[in-house]
């Protein structure tokens, strides 16, 4: 069965860098795709985007130029940091399993909120 | 970006009735369209992927169909613990695009 669990500080000042890790059993990432998804409190789902198999990635345009995403194919976990936040920012993040062929997002982690404060 | 536009965003239903749910792709997307469940505190749960292929251990109640850039997701008799939001995502391209949600609510 496979798990992935979010790991990461709860609160981050606005202008500073969110950092969250995923951590990944009952798969190896280089099977998989792997992607970052966000929740604003009350709102719907906003995708952030993916890394590969071959650790290539693809981005939502609309927080492109904020995001990295990468992975340790060999520690089985992958990460996200995302820079200069703002209260927008303000989520839960989801990490989750682009599953077999084309079934697509079918594993989530649990979930972090991470609130940007000062 | 492919914008997912789906209705209602609410909902108000006994158990027993049958729900459907709509998402409108703005352009050709094939029959790539997942749809999730979603209770408070917790993670999506995927229901439906490639619009109409049950995920295993959901129940047969649920189904998905599509027509055209239309898709629909049904409960054929809703239970109580299908009280919740229902989104679709599109699996067709990046970015990743998800409807609006539909919460499901009890009458």
């Known amino acids: 069965q496979v798990q992935l669990q979010e790991s990461g500080p709860g609160l981050v000042k606005p202008s500073e860098t969110l950092s969250l890790a995923c951590s990944v059993s009952?798969?190896?990432?280089?099977?998989?795709?792997w992607s970052w998804i966000r929740q604003p409190p009350g709102k719907g789902l906003e995708w952030i985007g993916y890394?590969?198999?071959?650790?290539?990635?693809k981005f939502n345009p609309s927080l492109k130029s904020r995001v990295t995403i990468s992975a340790d194919m060999s520690e089985s976990h992958f990460s996200l940091k995302m820079t200069s936040v703002t209260a927008a920012d303000t989520a839960v993040y989801f990490c989750a399993r682009h599953g077999p062929g084309i079934v697509d997002l079918d594993y989530w982690g649990r979930g972090i909120l991470v609130t940007v404060s000062s | 970006d492919i914008q997912m536009t789906q209705s209602p965003s609410s909902l108000s239903a006994s158990v027993g009735d049958r729900v459907t749910i709509t998402c409108r792709a703005s352009?050709?997307?094939?029959?790539?369209l997942n749809w999730y469940q979603q209770k408070p505190g917790k993670a999506p749960n995927l229901l439906i992927y490639?619009?109409?292929s049950l995920q295993g251990g959901v129940p047969s109640r649920f189904s998905g169909n599509v027509s055209g850039t239309d898709f629909t997701l049904t409960i054929s008799s809703l239970q109580p613990e299908d009280f919740a939001t229902y989104y679709c995502?599109?699996?067709?391209?990046?970015?990743?695009?998800f409807g609006q949600g539909t919460k499901v609510e009890l009458k």
């Open positions: 890394i590969d198999s071959s650790g290539s990635t």
């Open positions: 490639t619009a109409s």
């Open positions: 009952g798969g190896s990432l280089r099977s998989y795709y």
């Open positions: 995502l599109q699996t067709y391209t990046t970015p990743r695009t």
């Open positions: 352009q050709n997307i094939r029959f790539y």
